[in-house]
């Protein structure tokens, strides 16, 4: 049987920005971080990166940002081909861990330099949202040929991106989801202006249309005409084009002494608005690959979760469906917001669940079935020589 070295060098290639802290980014970081506390040698092949401050970075490309699936990203310029090349070759990666889609200009390069000792796994991502970016995807498929036929493995982050990744890209993955810092999460605290008898009601998230806040609103609005419910809060953190619309809303609406815009929240504060929540209302239309938000709102034990009913957050709500709502339905969202605020006993219970449930998702676990992913694929790749 061939051997697989002990200490790994491993590539993570990222088109887009290491500079940010949401989605794929966080995620590549944190199976980056994870993997080198195992002892192996991590390096980010990425997509121009100026601020984020880790061990080698490999800014591959320049960038420039466009929107995508509702919200803004950025993409490579073309970049110098056999620099590209020469670079991969020189280094002798173990393993390029390419997440996916990805882009023709830098990492389909990448992954075409690999040598026959390389082992190239995949991780997709995304589940498009409007009919443009679901074909887009798809004609992306077609351009990136050279270089999907080139890997050993494909993986998804959930049910749903892997069947479109079967659908755009002809590939057939296997599911592996996204990663949670369990611990950040478990062991937060509640911020002390939110620690008191009121229940609190939690947004984390864009300030967008089809993330589903100013649904949220609406509900709330419902809520507070109700006799039947005691006063509560409902704090929205995030920042974004909807901004103005909500304020608006809240001014129209009366609702200045129950609704706080808290803003943009970094990620070391997120964990403490979590355990500051009694409920967590996540009204997203769509465009979720996974629902990483859900689980670090479950993390923690401190809040009830509710999902918009969309392909990726039912993924993870499967053991709970009925914490499911459908999105563009502002009564039914405060129906089931009434319930938890008005049945503790329930309410606890789910905590609890959620609790034990976000634990299976911390990056030990996920990154542990990930190693022996790189390690079966790297066996089969040096047995074949």
């Known amino acids: ?49 100026d601020t984020r401050q880790l061990p080698n970075i490999h800014s591959l490309s320049r960038n420039i940002g466009v929107r995508f699936n509702g919200t803004r990203t950025t993409i490579p310029l073309p970049a110098n081909r056999r620099k590209l ?18 882009h023709p200009l830098m990492a389909q390069h990448l992954i075409k330099a690999a040598g026959p000792q390389t082992a190239v796994i995949g991780t997709f991502h995304v589940l498009p949202y409007g009919r443009l970016s679901r074909f887009g995807n798809k004609a992306l498929g077609l351009w990136l040929r050279p270089s999907l036929k080139r890997f050993d493995r494909m993986l998804a982050v959930s049910p749903a991106a892997a069947e479109y990744c079967r659908w755009s890209f002809g590939l057939t993955a296997e599911v592996l989801p996204n990663v949670v810092d369990y611990k950040q999460f478990r062991n937060a605290k509640p911020l002390p202006r939110y620690d008191d008898e009121k229940p609190t009601i939690l947004f984390l998230g864009r300030l967008v249309p089809r993330k589903g806040p100013m649904k949220l609103l609406q509900a709330a609005a419902l809520l507070a ?62 465009g979720e690959s996974f629902g990483i938000v859900l689980l670090e709102a479950m993390a923690g034990g401190h809040a009830v979760v ?80």
Not at 86 to 102: G, S, W
Not at 240 to 257: C, R, V, W, Y
């Open 225 to 286: 005409a109700r006799t039947d419910i005691k006063p509560f809060r409902v704090v929205i953190c995030g920042s974004g084009p909807l901004q103005p619309k909500l304020e608006a809303f809240i001014t129209k609406h009366n609702l200045s002494d129950t609704v706080e815009l808290a803003g943009f929240v970094s990620e070391a504060d997120k964990p403490r608005y979590y355990a500051s929540a009694d409920i967590a209302a996540f009204p997203s239309r769509g």
């Open 85 to 102: 090349q020469r670079f991969v070759r020189q280094q002798k990666f173990d393993v390029l861990h390419v997440q996916t889609p990805h």
């Open 1 to 49: 049987m061939a051997t697989v070295p002990k200490r790994l060098k491993i590539g993570l290639v990222l088109d887009t920005s290491l500079d940010t802290n949401e989605g794929v980014p966080r995620y590549v970081i944190d199976i980056g971080e994870w993997l080198r506390g195992q002892g192996h040698d991590v390096h980010y092949l990425v997509g121009q990166t």
């Open 306 to 385: 509710l999902a918009g009913d969309n392909p990726g957050y039912r993924s993870v709500m499967a053991p709970q469906p009925d914490l499911l709502f459908d999105a563009g339905d502002e009564q039914l969202l405060a129906d089931k917001l009434a319930y938890y605020l008005n049945n503790t006993a329930a309410a606890r219970k789910l905590r609890l669940w959620g609790r034990a449930y976000a634990a299976d998702f911390d990056t030990a676990v996920v990154g542990t079935k990930l190693l022996g992913i790189y390690e079966a694929a790297l066996r089969k790749r040096r047995s074949l020589r």
